[in-house]
């Protein structure tokens, strides 16, 4: 197994790829790749991305079937059930390197940004769950500066960051057994942020790496 420096850089390549338009989905899901991968994987890196639409791990990081272990789910939060799928890669596979990746744009962010100043109400008990795990971020963004004079753009462009560092922080501390992988050095959490604009991801907190 690679070490989370050596997976880092192979996921930076591939998004170099896909930002410039060179990715080749046939090579990496060839019928002679999914039958290589029928025994088992070994996937080299965890992405924990954002359900959003516009921001499929494996197409932006131009990797293939059995390459990475991918989480979605809306504003990228981490939940006990994150958690589990992060150990789970971590115990079964051994893979070294957790990605937390918010993005540019990102509707939950903006969802709970409007519930914070505009009062905007949430539709259900389980939106308002999600929205709730955003929250602390973007108040930490927000601060005490007055509502009305919020630039709402570049409050919502640092909140995605912030949510970032967040769980990626969260994730660092969430287990005894992923605390432990940091420690020995087998494993990093780091935290990117990619580009719906420029299709570029960038690694904005390697605090493990
Ligand atoms: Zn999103």
């Not at 690679?2 to 060179?22: C, I, K, W």
């Not at 131009?62 to 272990?69: P, T």
């Not at 939106?127 to 409050?155: F, M, T």
Request: charged share 20%.
């Amino acid at each position: 197994m690679m070490t989370a420096a050596e997976a880092l850089s192979r996921l930076r390549d591939g998004n170099r790829r896909f930002a410039a338009g060179q990715i080749n989905l046939e090579t990496l899901a060839s019928r002679a790749r999914r039958d290589a991968l029928v025994d088992g994987q070994s996937p080299f890196a965890t992405i924990l991305g954002c359900s959003d639409s516009r921001v499929p791990a494996e197409i932006v990081f131009d990797q293939g079937l059995g390459d990475l272990f991918v989480i979605r789910v809306g504003g990228n939060v981490v939940a006990p059930s994150q958690v589990g799928s992060v150990e789970f890669a971590a115990e079964r596979f051994g893979t070294p390197l957790v990605v937390v990746m918010g993005h540019t744009q990102c509707g939950v962010v903006t969802a709970a940004f409007e519930s914070i100043v505009d009062g905007a109400g949430d539709a259900s008990r389980s939106l308002r769950s999600l929205a709730d795990r955003v929250r602390p971020a973007v108040l930490s963004v927000i601060g005490s500066r007055p509502h009305a004079s919020l630039d709402r753009r570049a409050v919502i462009g640092e909140a995605v960051r912030a949510n970032v560092r967040v769980a990626a922080e969260h994730l660092r501390h969430a287990s005894a057994l992923l605390e432990r992988r940091i420690l020995d050095g087998g494993m990093a959490v780091v935290g990117a942020e990619y580009s719906i604009e420029t299709g570029a991801v960038d690694f904005f907190d390697l605090t493990t790496l």
